[in-house]
């Protein structure tokens, strides 16, 4: 049973959250609790809390399992440009340029690996029978 956490309108760029997002993807959750504790990067931070808040989903949407037997794993993590600010900074020679201030949308799935395992088996014996 996987469990979905959203974060709109981080104003970092996409291009920077992803480079963070990358560590984590496919990992599991308390490898990627401790990567993103220690990482430098400006997006780890809010990427960290977002991790906790998709395991409090998952374990209010499972409230009899366990989670040390849950297994838990980063399923999925993307990362989508959000809402842009544009702006003008002074040029040479009366001139402006635009600044664009970017954002991003954070979209974090966690996954139980012991389900994984267990659904990949079953079609695997589904698929043998047949």
Same mark, same amino acid.
């Given at each position: ?10 104003? %970092?760029?996409? /291009? ?9 993807? =496919?990992? /599991?959750? !308390? ?11 400006? =997006? ?17 949407? !499972? ?18 440009? =959000?809402?842009?600010?544009? /702006? ?5 020679? =009366? ?6 201030? /970017?954002?991003?949308?954070? %979209? ?15 079609? !695997?014996?589904?698929?043998? !029978?047949?």
């Amino acid at each position: 049973m996987e469990a979905i956490a959203k974060l709109n309108n981080v104003p %970092t760029s996409p /291009r920077k959250m992803r480079l963070v997002a990358d560590l984590v993807r =496919g990992q /599991r959750v !308390n490898n990627a609790l401790s990567i993103l504790k220690f990482e430098p990067r400006v =997006g780890a931070a809010k990427l960290e809390k977002l991790l906790l808040s998709a395991i409090a989903n998952w374990q209010h949407k !499972n409230e009899d399992v366990q989670l040390e037997e849950a297994d838990l794993y980063v399923k999925m993590i993307k990362v989508d440009s =959000g809402k842009m600010l544009k /702006r003008l900074r002074p040029a040479p020679q =009366g001139r402006a340029h635009r600044i664009r201030k /970017r954002s991003n949308h954070v %979209t974090l799935v966690v996954d139980s690996f012991n389900e994984v395992v267990a659904e990949a088996a079953e079609s !695997n014996e589904s698929d043998n !029978n047949k």
